[in-house]
Nanobody, 127 residues
Framework: QVQLVESGGGLVQAGGSLRLSCAAS????????MGWFRQAPGKEREFVAT????????YYVDSVKGRFTISRDNAKNTVYLQMNSLKPEDTAVYYC????????????????????WGQGTQVTVSS
């Protein structure tokens, strides 16, 4: 079992930046592939980014490539999402998720592949 708590959301103007954090507690953090998802009102939950257990492999949805960066600090049991050049269409509740790792370069983009979820943090980008 692992518990995930997101923080760092807020209101920002278009073109601005935010850094989301997700603190994990419970089982060994290195046992998990980590991912970020988001859900806007009236829309399905969408994959944003994922990172392998040692941080060697990452994968992003096309709409955030070059603007968002996922990273992790296993010593702090924390995964981050640095979001730059934010756009109004990035407005959503952002969730972090954890999946039990299968291999050193394992990353996941499908929400059904994740075992644990945080409660989410709201990101609002004004135009």
């Amino acid at each position: 079992q692992v518990q995930l708590v997101e923080s760092g959301g807020g209101l920002v103007q278009a073109g601005g930046s935010l850094r989301l954090s997700c603190a994990a507690s419970g089982r060994t953090f290195e046992s998990y592939v980590m991912g970020w998802f988001r859900q806007a009102p009236g829309k399905e939950r969408e994959f944003v980014a994922t990172i392998s257990w040692r941080g060697e492999n990452t994968y992003y949805v096309d709409s955030v490539k070059g603007r968002f960066t996922i990273s992790r600090d296993n010593a702090k049991n924390t995964v981050y999402l640095q979001m730059n050049s934010l756009k109004p269409e990035d407005t959503a509740v952002y969730y972090c998720a954890a999946a039990i790792v299968r291999g050193p370069r394992d990353v996941r983009a499908a929400p059904e592949d994740y075992d644990y979820w945080g409660q989410g943090t709201q990101v609002t980008v004004s135009s």
